[in-house]
Nanobody
Framework: VRLVESGGGLVQPGGSLRLSCAAS????????MRWYRQAPGKERELVAS????????NYADSVKGRFTISRDNTKNMMSLQMDNLKPEDTAVYFC???????????WGQGTQVTVSS
């Protein structure tokens, strides 16, 4: 599966951004979809995940109540709505697709999110 992220940018603290991940090349509903992020000098961390049919989501404690993950299997798209952004949310955000059946994962190239005044 090929994954392409979009929607990153520069935003002031308290602002919002919506990231999108477009998938192609495989059956989108085969995959658990996840957003990860990696800040400079830090390890990549899991931000949010959503099951294959979108019936369950999970979030890192640091983003609960501020971020919302969603997917549209008819459009092969996943999104991350990020509200009330904080400077500590600054990172490169990566889209990840995980196929449980074969225990394999694919990554997008990442999109930069910068929260700064």
């Amino acid at each position: 599966v090929r994954l392409v992220e979009s929607g990153g940018g520069l935003v002031q603290p308290g602002g919002s951004l919506r990231l999108s991940c477009a998938a192609s090349g495989s059956t989108f509903s085969n995959y658990i979809m996840r957003w990860y992020r990696q800040a400079p000098g830090k390890e990549r961390e899991l931000v949010a995940s959503i099951t294959e049919i979108g019936d369950s989501t999970n979030y890192a404690d640091s983003v609960k109540g501020r971020f919302t993950i969603s997917r549209d299997n008819t459009k092969n798209m996943m999104s991350l709505q990020m509200d009330n952004l904080k400077p500590e949310d600054t990172a490169v955000y990566f889209c990840n697709a995980y196929w449980r059946l074969i225990s394999s994962a694919w990554w997008g190239q990442g999109t930069q999110v910068t929260v700064s005044s």
